[in-house]
């Protein structure tokens, strides 16, 4: 073989690879686009079924409907529907125990006639659960069986040799989104309802961590009277470590703040401050927020008045102050 040859070899594969790339997604994508015309009123059967149960959801499927139907019931758990998945073939040996008669089957088959599926279907219907078959063949054994038929056929697989599902598998996973997203506006799940579910994760701290949660109180606030020498605010501000103090009456009511800042355009000036008592220096209408705000609320509004400290007001009273460091550190961005 010469050296262009050789050297044209790899492109060609690679154009060939990318040719073939394209055309997956493509395939899969028209697959997707086709389930919209199948949004009906078999679609918002489905959705009253579920949203009525007063039980949980159990999702089944084979294989690689199987895969898909874990992925369902994890987002329909996140989102406000008690659901578990159950391995049709284990259900045959005990665990269709998890099955209760105010429950509600999702079954997931492309072809409509697995037999681990088909083998429990008569435990199915004795219970008398709904069951809501997402199929590719609704005249198949399963879509006769069930309640409400979700048809994901799709006009052909993504994989050359049409064996491996690729394409089929994909419109299931777009269905079971639809399902799961419709039933979360049907019950009104709102996004504090999502965070319980996620409290360890970045978005259930955003939604779910309070100002009081992370202010500093007691003594570890910094705090001057009016009257009080500049130069024992510096003291102050350093004991705290926050860059800031507050300045408050003998009610312990807010009157202002005194901050890094505000001393260095003290210094700036070049005035001699040490002497003068802190309602002088003073900013006297300082940037707060409540203890019950979210903590996410703090941090854009310290950034977006180039602040890093706000003081927590509950009552009238200086209740705490949060730092922004302390909020980063925490997660909260």
Partial sequence: MTAARQASAPADADAQAADQ????????????AALADRIDARFSRAIELLAAIPGKVVVTGMGKSGLIGRKIAATMASTGTPTIYLHPAEGLHGDLGVVGR???VIALSNSGETAELLDILPSLKRLGVPIIALVGRADSTLGRAATVVLDVSVAQEACPLGLAPTASTTAALAMGDAVAVALLERKGFREEDFALSHPGGALGR???LRVRDAMHT?????RVAPATPMREVLVEISRGRLGITTVTDAEGRLLGVISDGDLR??????TDFLDAPAERIMSPSPKTIAPDALAAEAVE??????????VVVEGGAVAGLVHLHDLLKLGIA
């Avoid at 790339?21 to 997707?32: D, L, P, S």
């Avoid at 007691?218 to 910094?222: F, K, W």
């Avoid at 509004?301 to 400290?309: C, S």
């Fill in 21 to 32: 790339g394209r055309r997956v997604v493509e395939i899969e994508a028209a697959a997707v």
């Fill in 102 to 104: 105010d429950d509600l």
């Fill in 206 to 208: 955003r939604l779910l």
């Fill in 218 to 222: 007691g003594d570890q606030v910094p």
């Fill in 265 to 270: 355009r003290q210094l700036a000036s070049g």
């Fill in 301 to 310: 509004l310290m950034e977006r008045h180039a602040i890093t400290g706000l």
